[in-house]
């Protein structure tokens, strides 16, 4: 079955540098791939989603980029403050099975005022 | 105000006994999800809904139960068969249509400990 995995488990960056996150996954027929931020003892919430017909896509300090030949998608975030600290999710889907997600086993950000 | 609800936000039991978590949905999805967290880990789904009185097991379906009477409404029931079920419980929902939108948005979750 498909497979998601997800880089760095951990990412300590100062206030204003910029965070990648990396995932590559395994089903070369997922189409839809979501970033989630999931705050301490909370439900994870949308940050930004990217589907297989395009590379890049953009929204303020925050950026996705997908490689459908190398199979992977990252997460950029740039001039990073302390409230972006949370832990941040990847997944993929098909989207021919109910919108079923595969999740990344996410990465802890910590961003040092 | 729209929005997924999940309660109660923490939930304690006694080993051996059966417990439901609930959660309802106003944002009119017809898509509902289950998922486990554990300490470290992704998100796994547990059962899934696309339509009313229909449902779908996913990875870890062994231990638990689900019911979809309501569109709005995707209770998950825990039982004694479930061998580890202290875990955190999210949620979630999405819409379905033509072009499909997979949007999933996730409740605030609960926090189940067995003992």
């Known amino acids: 079955g498909e497979n998601v995995e997800q880089h760095p488990s951990t990412l300590s960056v100062q206030e204003g540098d910029s965070a990648v996150i990396k995932c590559t996954y395994s089903?070369?027929?997922?189409?839809?791939f979501p970033w989630y931020k999931q705050e301490l003892g909370k439900g994870p919430q949308l940050i930004i989603d990217i589907r297989s017909n395009v590379g890049e896509k953009k929204d303020q300090r925050i950026a996705v980029t997908l490689n459908k030949t190398a199979k992977h998608f990252s997460l950029h975030i740039t001039e990073t403050q302390p409230e972006d600290s949370a832990v941040y999710f990847c997944?993929?889907?098909?989207?021919?099975?109910?919108?079923?997600?595969?999740f990344g086993q996410g990465t802890e950000l910590s961003v040092k005022p | 105000d729209g929005g997924i609800t999940q309660s109660p936000k923490y939930l304690f039991r006694k080993e051996g006994q059966n417990v439901t978590l609930s959660c309802e949905q106003n944002?009119?999805?017809?898509?509902m999800y289950w998922y486990r967290q554990d300490p470290g880990q992704g998100l796994r789904l547990i059962y899934y809904s696309q339509i009313v009185n229909d449902f779908q097991k996913g990875d870890i379906a062994e231990g638990y139960s689900v019911s979809r009477e309501k569109k709005e409404s995707f209770p998950l029931t825990v039982t004694s068969a479930q061998k580890n079920p202290t875990a955190f419980y999210l949620c979630a929902s999405s819409m379905r249509g033509a072009p499909p939108t997979y949007e999933q948005y996730f409740g605030p979750g609960t926090r189940l400990t067995v003992t």
């Open positions: 944002l009119n999805h017809d898509a």
């Open positions: 997944a993929a889907s098909k989207g021919n099975q109910g919108g079923k997600l595969i």
């Open positions: 089903d070369s027929a997922s189409n839809y």
